[in-house]
C-alpha cells in the first residue's frame, strides 16, 4: 500500500468512526437534553461556557454558535476563572461546562462557583459517576466510545460529538424563538453571509439623490437631471406622485427625432420593474436579470411611492453576487 492510500485509509477510518459516534450520541439523547435547553432558553441573563484543553476550544465555539443566534453567550477559561474571572457569572446567567472525564480539576473552582451561589449549571461528561455530572443542575451524559486515534488519548470522537450537541441546543433555540434569516443578519452585518442577507433598504439610494422627474417634465430638463443624479436613468411619476416610468439610455436613442420637443411622459417606458425595500439585494440582482442596471425602490401603497433607487454597483460593492 502506498503512503497515499494508507493516508486516505487513516482518513476514512476516522470520519466512520466520528460519523457512527454522532449516529450512538442521537440515539442516546434522552429528557436531559430537552431539560438543558429548556433551561438555557429561561436564563434572563447569558450563558457561559467553559471547558479545559480542547474541551475550551468546543466550548469558544458554542459560544460563538449561541451568540450569533440569538442566545448571548461567552466563553470563559476555567483557569482565568480562578483569578478574577469567576465575577463574570451572575445570578441570571446559566453555565454550562464541558469536560470528558468530567474530572478536570481547573474546573473546580467555576464548579464550586455556581453551587455556592445557585447559578445553574448544565455539565456535559462521558462518566455518569463523574463529580462534574453529580454536581450539575442537568447532566448529559456522552457515550463512551473511546477516540478515533486507537490509544484513547487524542481527543477526536469526544469532542466531535460534544460540538454536534452544542449545534443541536443552538438550533432548538432558534427554532423554538423562530429565529429568522432577518434576526441572523443582525449578528453577522459582514463579509458574503452579511452581504448575502442585507435587504434592499440597506443599500439603495433615497431623499434627494433619487432621479426622479414628472411626466409633464420637458426633456431638457430630464437629460439635465439624468446627468446630474449619475444613475443613467431617470424615474417618472404621474399626477399623484407614483412612478410611472422610467428614462434610460436605450428609451433616448430611439426618440432622437425631436427628443427636445417632447417630455417625459412621451419618452418613458410605462410600468417598469421595481422592488420593495424589504426584498433581499440577492433578490434584486435576479429581477435585474443582468440587463437592468437600476431599480426603483417603491411602496406600492405610499402617497408619492418611490422610496430610493437602487444601482447594480451598490449590489456589487457589498459583496452580494
Known sequence: MTDTET???SAVRVINAEAAALQTLSASLGP???EAVALLLSATGRVIISGMGKSGHIARKMAATFAS????????????????DLGMMTSGDVVIVLSNSGETPEL????AYTRRFNI?????????????????????LLPQLGEACGTGIVPTISTTMTLALGDAMAIAMMEHRKFTPENFRDFHPGGKLGAKLAKVRDLMHGGDSIPLVSETTPMSDTLLTISQ???GVVGVTDTSGHLSGIITDGDLRRHMTGLLDMNAGAVMTPHPRTVGPDTLAAEAIG????KITCLFVVDPDGPANVLGVLHIHDCLRAGVV
Open 229 to 231: 443624479k449619475g444613475f
Open 120 to 140: 445553574p449549571m448544565i455539565g456535559v461528561a462521558s462518566r455518569e459517576t463523574s463529580t462534574l455530572l453529580t454536581q450539575a443542575d442537568v447532566a448529559i
Open 7 to 9: 493516508f486516505n485509509a
Open 32 to 34: 436531559s437534553f430537552g
Open 287 to 290: 429581477v435585474m436579470e443582468g
Open 69 to 84: 443566534t440569538g442566545t448571548p453567550a461567552h466563553f470563559v477559561h476555567p483557569a482565568e476563572a480562578s483569578h478574577g
Open 108 to 111: 473546580a473552582d467555576l464548579v
